[in-house]
T-cell receptor
């Protein structure tokens, strides 16, 4: 079946440090891949997405590349800020039939950035 | 602000009771999705509606049901509540042409005592 595995948190970094959050997936066919972010007390917001192999999604300094050969979609940011503190979710959407749009999420990784 | 609204924000009730959660999608979005976020299960897809019709079911219990009304708002009904149903329930919406780009509401936190 379809599943997403992402690195366990919490992750604590100092401001301006480099961030990597690992995400791997198992899926039938060619899913779309996403990173969502959840700030404290809020709903999820789409951070970035990629719909096919080798696509790079990017937004607000974050980026992730769809790697089919390693079934991965790792999130990176070169210099984190305190305002990036949140929970980050990797997700996939199957691209077949009625399952399209039924997002399958990883467990989430909590990021805390210290000044 | 995603444009998706959910009410109520918090709900506290007792085991065995029934509650209704409400969601209004973004203007123009015909698809509505419900998700449950709990500590042990994480974020799970429950059910999807498109223009009033059920389109897909995920890990939704038989005690739970949903519907989407002609004005496109949706309700999730949870009955015979158990302690384990305590969770955050999110609604999301999307346009048909981009079903995998979903906009989430702020959620309803359900506490079953």
């Amino acid at each position: 079946g379809n599943s997403v595995t992402q690195m366990e948190g919490p992750v604590t970094l100092s401001e301006e440090a480099f961030l990597t959050i690992n995400c791997t997936y198992t899926a039938t066919g060619y899913p779309s891949l996403f990173w969502y972010v959840q700030y404290p007390g809020e709903g999820l917001q789409l951070l970035l997405k990629a719909t096919k192999a080798d696509d790079k999604g990017s937004n607000k300094g974050f980026e992730a590349t769809y790697r089919k050969e390693t079934t991965s979609f790792h999130l990176e940011k070169g210099s984190v800020q305190v305002s990036d503190s949140a929970v980050y979710f990797c997700a996939l959407s199957p691209n077949y039939g009625g399952s399209q749009g039924n997002l399958i999420f990883g467990k989430g990784t909590k990021l805390s950035v210290k000044p | 602000d995603s444009g998706v609204t959910q009410t109520p924000k918090h709900l506290i009730t007792a085991t065995g009771q029934r509650v209704t959660l409400r969601c209004s999608p973004r203007s123009g979005d015909l698809s509505v999705y419900w998700y449950q976020q709990s500590l042990d299960q994480g974020l799970q897809f429950l059910i999807q509606y498109y223009n009033g019709e059920e389109r897909a079911k995920g890990n939704i219990l038989e005690r739970f049901s949903a519907q989407q009304f002609p004005d496109l708002h949706s309700e999730l009904n949870l009955s015979s509540l158990e302690l384990g149903d305590s969770a955050l329930y999110f609604c999301a919406s999307s346009v048909e042409s981009e079903r995998d780009t979903q906009y989430f509401g702020p959620g309803t936190r359900l506490t079953v005592l």
